[in-house]
């Protein structure tokens, strides 16, 4: 199994530009979730969905979107990117029930300039 | 609604001496509880969980950690540093009925020989 990837590593972005970031997962896990994680702050929800075509908004939502329409993907849009979005992101996944244990990917870095 | 504190935002050892990094929590529901490993530009790795199973529990790498309802702890030890510990740790909570994570801010481990 390739786990949690995530694509790009690295994304440079000026103020006002638009994009994607991947993420996908084999493990057929109901729940994906992206986080943000900035120094001295831990990791912040941005955007979470327990199934196919239902998401919903974690503690930073603004200036991000999702959708979810297969299982196993779940990009994260910035509209109009912000230098105050520029951090580090990841996405991570896991079943709704048990031990509510979340697998994480590597991490995309995004500057924002 | 839960919360969790990490009361060191970093921690100093020698390599061979004892490792504490402390955590505190707050939850309306009966808590799982996690303690991740983040090495430098790395993603997030699952050190260990407590799911109400045994109150002492073991994890990867000689870490272990001992839920403590009355102190409303989740304190994370390891008998004997090694300069591969020195990475940043997070301590993380989920009370819901769905895997909705709340992380502390990050406790940073320096080893030095």
């Known amino acids: 199994n390739a786990g949690v990837t995530q694509t790009p590593k690295f994304q440079v972005l000026k103020t006002g530009q638009s994009m994607t970031l991947q993420c996908a997962q084999d493990?057929?896990?109901?729940?994906m979730s992206w986080y943000r994680q900035d120094p001295g702050m831990g990791l912040r929800l941005i955007h979470y969905s327990v199934g196919a075509g239902i998401t919903d908004q974690g503690e930073v939502p603004n200036g991000y979107n999702v959708s979810r329409s297969t299982t196993e993907d779940f990009p994260l849009r910035l509209l109009s990117a912000a230098p105050s979005q520029t951090s580090v992101y990841f996405c991570?996944?896991?079943?709704?029930?048990?031990?509510?244990?979340?697998?994480f990917g590597p991490g995309t870095r995004l500057t924002v300039t | 609604a839960q919360s969790v504190t990490q009361l060191d935002s970093h921690v100093s050892v020698s390599e061979g001496t004892p490792v504490l990094l402390r955590c505190n929590y707050s939850s309306s529901y009966s808590p799982s509880l996690f303690w991740y490993v983040q090495h430098p530009n790395k993603g997030l790795q699952l050190l260990l969980k407590?799911?109400?199973?045994?109150?002492l529990v073991k994890g990867i790498n000689g870490f272990e950690a001992e839920f403590k309802k009355s102190e409303t702890s989740f304190h994370l030890t390891k008998p004997s540093a090694h300069m591969s510990d020195a990475a940043e740790y997070f301590c993380?909570?989920?009370?819901?009925?769905?895997?909705?994570?709340?992380f502390g801010k990050g406790t940073m481990l320096l080893v030095s020989p």
């Open positions: 407590y799911t109400s199973a045994a109150t």
């Open positions: 991570a996944s896991s079943y709704l029930s048990g031990t509510y244990e979340q697998y």
């Open positions: 493990m057929n896990h109901e729940y």
């Open positions: 993380v909570v989920s009370d819901q009925g769905y895997s909705t994570l709340t």
